[in-house]
């Protein structure tokens, strides 16, 4: 399994910007789909990003125009450009391949309120 490390998150009012980060352990995860997900609390994870193997990204509505992800495979890593963010995208971000392994990393909490 690929493990995933992310960082990035933090404290942010609404309508700031933040960017996440994700290394992973091994540069088999060059051959993988992947995705950036959240769970925020009370809710079930949900994936936010799609990121195939060539970079090409799809969103759900609820980040689609707010959100970008992208990954560098020379660095095994994965980004989340967050803007415009809202309160509603409280939460804790994973990466994980997409689908997603069974195993997931400790994620990064992003707390959007003022």
């Known amino acids: 399994q690929v493990q995933f490390v992310e960082s990035g998150g933090g404290l942010v009012q609404p309508g700031g910007a933040l960017r996440l980060s994700c290394v992973a352990s091994?540069?088999?995860?060059?051959?993988?789909?992947v995705g950036w997900y959240r769970q925020a609390p009370g809710k079930q994870r949900e994936l936010v990003a799609h990121i195939t193997i060539g970079g090409s990204t799809n969103y759900p509505d609820s980040v689609k125009g707010r959100f970008t992800g992208s990954r560098d495979n020379a660095k095994n890593t994965v980004y989340l450009q967050m803007s415009s963010l809202k309160p509603e995208d409280t939460a804790v971000y994973y990466c994980n391949t997409d689908p997603p392994q069974n195993y997931w990393g400790k994620g990064t909490l992003v707390t959007v309120s003022s």
């Open positions: 091994d540069s088999i995860f060059r051959i993988y789909v």
